[in-house]
């Protein structure tokens, strides 16, 4: 493991963010977003686990396995349901 090391200018600067411009949004991240439209509620990751009653590592093998639909990715590390999705699923359960 490296251990990183930072003057004491670069602990003072101030940080900023941006927004990201189209071109820097991954194309994975473009792809999951272009089925959604904005007008539909999205269900985080902890939603689904406490809808759900299981683990985040459960809901990826289900996912993994096709037993679950897939998320929409948010960005590299955020992923929602579309709540109708889930709803759905879950109704093709109980039958």
């Given at each position: 493991m490296t251990a990183i090391t930072m003057t004491t200018a670069e602990r003072a600067r101030p940080i900023t963010y941006s927004e990201p411009t189209a071109s820097e949004i991954p194309a994975v991240a473009k792809s999951s977003l272009s089925s959604f439209d904005g007008s539909e509620r999205l269900l985080r990751m902890a939603q689904v686990t406490a809808?759900?009653?299981?683990?985040?590592?459960?809901?990826?093998?289900?996912?993994?396995?096709?037993?679950?639909?897939k998320p929409i990715k948010l960005s590299a590390r955020c992923v929602a349901w579309k709540a109708s999705v889930i709803s759905d699923w879950l109704a093709s359960l109980q039958t």
């Amino acid at each position: 493991m490296t251990a990183i090391t930072m003057t004491t200018a670069e602990r003072a600067r101030p940080i900023t963010y941006s927004e990201p411009t189209a071109s820097e949004i991954p194309a994975v991240a473009k792809s999951s977003l272009s089925s959604f439209d904005g007008s539909e509620r999205l269900l985080r990751m902890a939603q689904v686990t406490a809808m759900l009653g299981i683990s985040r590592a459960t809901i990826y093998r289900y996912v993994a396995s096709g037993k679950m639909p897939k998320p929409i990715k948010l960005s590299a590390r955020c992923v929602a349901w579309k709540a109708s999705v889930i709803s759905d699923w879950l109704a093709s359960l109980q039958t």
